[in-house]
């Protein structure tokens, strides 16, 4: 069995822990995380706007871009490390909601944690990329609440009754 854990910033000790308590110890597991692009392009792209005078080695864009490779190893080392037993660990970057499902081919089961509101049940409990991911997955995917879920209280109220015909 081929696992996925996508390790997401806010939420990746929830779907770390689902791993541990819930996937078989003879699991292949891989410990995932995307780096969003968009920060540092934005940097480089304001700095290169100064019409090429700016240098290379001032350019904030790399800056940016080496900071966000450590954290996403210091990242991958934590999650291993809560994990407590073998698993790889796959830094990616790009446009996160793509890379996941990419990552995702081939495997089994991808384990992601819930990343928008936490107040209520209901759709908005995921933020866009991963409504993004549970839709086009090309695997099961386990859904964890990064905390104990909202009560059925949350739920929205039915819409009313038509009226009834004459």
């Known amino acids: 069995m081929k696992v996925i854990i996508w390790v997401a910033e806010g939420t990746w000790e929830a779907a770390v822990d689902a791993a541990r308590d819930l996937v078989p110890a003879e699991a292949d597991l891989t410990l995932l995380h995307v780096t969003d692009d968009k920060v540092a392009a934005a940097a480089h792209h304001a700095y290169t706007g100064l019409l090429g005078r700016g240098r290379r080695e001032r350019d904030p864009g790399v800056r940016l871009e080496a900071l966000s490779q450590a954290a996403a190893a210091e990242l991958l080392e934590a999650a291993a490390e809560r994990l407590g037993r073998d698993a790889a660990g796959q830094a990616r970057h790009g446009r996160v909601e793509h890379e996941v499902v ?65």
């Open 102 to 166: 990419r990552a995702a081919e081939g495997a089994d089961l991808l384990i992601c944690a819930r990343d928008g509101a936490s107040d209520r049940l209901g759709p908005r409990s995921l933020a866009p990329p991963t409504r993004f991911v549970v839709d086009h997955a090309p695997c099961r995917v386990l859904l964890v609440w990064p905390e104990p879920a909202p009560g059925l209280d949350s739920l929205p109220p039915s819409p009313p009754s038509p009226p009834p015909p004459h």
